[in-house]
């Protein structure tokens, strides 16, 4: 890519970029971020702050090193922590979808355990899914023609096979989908909804911010866990559905928020 075009990287691709980067050199410093980059020091040191204070890598003298505090898992990995929870959390969330409604489902191990339960829906008929997920979208493709596949396009991602910026929000911000699912890496009651990967919590937004319906999609490891990317706040979600009963302190000030929530209990 040309130093013009990196230059011009939104701020979420810039720093996944650098933390790849970073991982693949070692210690690396500032300014040879800033010339690989193309931007100021100034810009790098904001974005290593950010990068550092998630925990994706370690500050050093003169510029930083990989970290591995809070590494992003695949979505093969994902997967295979808390699986029955999810598979839960995914049967109460297809029952929200009717025969005729467009439905937008974000990328996850959640989401995925979401699609596999709406293709176990077979009253469903003339469903539109929206998706940034290629997985998903494959998963998919067997409920032709009762259902309509519709990919976002954008630059792929092959550690959650997602699509992203640039061009990740160009066709969401021409939907408005009935109801959306999306994942998380965190919810927190005064950060709201929040996501190790700023690429996809930048999409999360989008699709959030252009559905009728929003919900969040979280198994119990995720509640009261914060991470970089902000996706928004409680205030704007509609419904969360999670797989275990959280502390009665949590349920009341997600209910005050005016949040419907559900638990996917066995």
Known sequence: MAEDELANLPAEVRRERMTSYIEASGFTRVLELATEFGVSEVTVRSDLGALARAGLLKRVHGGAVPGRMRREPTLEEASTSAASEKDRIARHAARLVESGQSVAIDVGSTTTAVARALLDRSDLEDVTVITNALNIALLLEPATPRFTIVVTGGTLRPRQHSLVDPFGVDLLNQLSPDVAFVGCNGVDLERGVTNVNLPEAAIKRTILRRTE???????????????????????????????????????????????TLVVAEA
């Open 213 to 259: 319906r929003p919900v969040i999609v979280a198994d119990s490891s995720k509640l009261g866990q914060v991470h970089l990317g902000t996706v928004c706040s409680l205030e704007s979600i509609d419904t969360l559905i999670t797989g275990q009963r959280p502390d009665d302190g949590f349920v009341a000030d997600v209910e005050t928020a005016g949040v």
